[in-house]
């Protein structure tokens, strides 16, 4: 019975033995070569006395790729380095998709003007000059002077005439102030994909001194008022190059303003006057 025991837990343990070794060799997908990573295996002499067999050389693109990677990850350090390492002059420029090829920051401006204003009853032609220093690219102080060169009756007056009605009219003789100037807002433009001029859009409110000279239809003696009008306005403007723009200027201009009664005697009107003006303008120093 001891017999037949010993027997039977012979047999299991040689059983267990041929299927582990079984299950090694059914699992090796290296057909059964013992890996480097196998000491035993590895120390091993071999049979008939051959020399143990060599370790097997590591995968060549194994140090290259990390070699790759470490190159990469410091470039990409570098670059962030580069971004939180940029001083204040460089960042006034990257505002926009691409840096700015244009800079307004501590320069000024001298440019003419030349346009007109649509009045109630008579047009005006209009030529001016302007001075203006930009503090940075968002903020700048005008000066501006512009004299009523020619004016010119328009359809309304005419009719008017035509009825034998009175007409009181009062007309901008000359102006000058100056305004504050905020550009919030810089930009590029795709013309027909072969010409991107920049441009920026500007806003400015200001006080001027206005200078009209009133008169009726019928003959009434004219008089010239002095008044302070509000200014306010917006301008699109085009850079030509480095040192030269051109704009298109649209000013409002609000005041009191005095005309002479047909009977006799002077009466107060709320003026607004709209002058259209073409600025052509260079910035100094220039730049390179």
Request: hydrophobic fraction near 45%.
């Amino acid at each position: 019975m001891k017999h037949s025991k010993l027997v039977a837990l012979t047999l299991a343990f040689f059983a267990f033995v041929s299927f582990q070794v079984f299950a090694d060799d059914l699992f090796d997908l290296d057909g059964g070569a013992a890996g480097p990573e196998d000491p035993a295996a590895a120390e091993a002499p071999a049979e008939d006395g051959e020399a143990p067999a060599a370790e097997a050389p590591q995968n060549a693109d194994a140090p290259k790729t990390a070699q790759l990677d470490v190159n990469a990850s410091a470039a990409d350090s570098e670059a962030e380095k580069e971004l939180r390492d940029l001083n204040v002059e460089k960042k006034k420029q990257i505002k926009v998709v691409q840096k700015k090829e244009f800079t307004k920051d501590n320069r000024f401006e001298l440019g003419i003007d030349i346009g007109f204003a649509c009045g109630d009853w008579e047009d005006l032609l209009a030529v001016g000059i302007r001075a203006a220093y930009h503090f940075n690219e968002y903020i700048a102080l005008q000066a501006r002077f512009l004299y009523g060169a020619v004016s010119w009756e328009n359809e309304t007056l005419k009719q008017a005439k035509e009825a034998d009605a009175y007409v009181a009219k009062s007309n901008l003789m000359l102006t000058a102030g100056a305004s504050a100037v905020f550009t919030p807002f810089y930009g590029k433009l795709s013309v027909f994909g072969d010409i991107i001029p920049k441009y920026d859009l500007n806003a400015s409110v200001g006080v001027y001194y206005y200078r009209t000279i009133a008169g009726g239809s019928d003959g009434v003696k004219e008089i010239n008022n002095n008044d302070v009008a509000f200014q306010v306005g917006f301008a699109p403007r085009i850079f030509l190059g480095k040192n030269a723009s051109l704009s298109l200027n649209f000013d409002w201009f609000i005041m009191k303003d005095k005309r002479p009664k047909q009977e006799g005697g002077n009466t107060a009107y709320l003026k607004t006057d709209f002058l259209f003006t073409i600025n052509a303008s260079m910035f100094l120093p220039f730049a390179k």
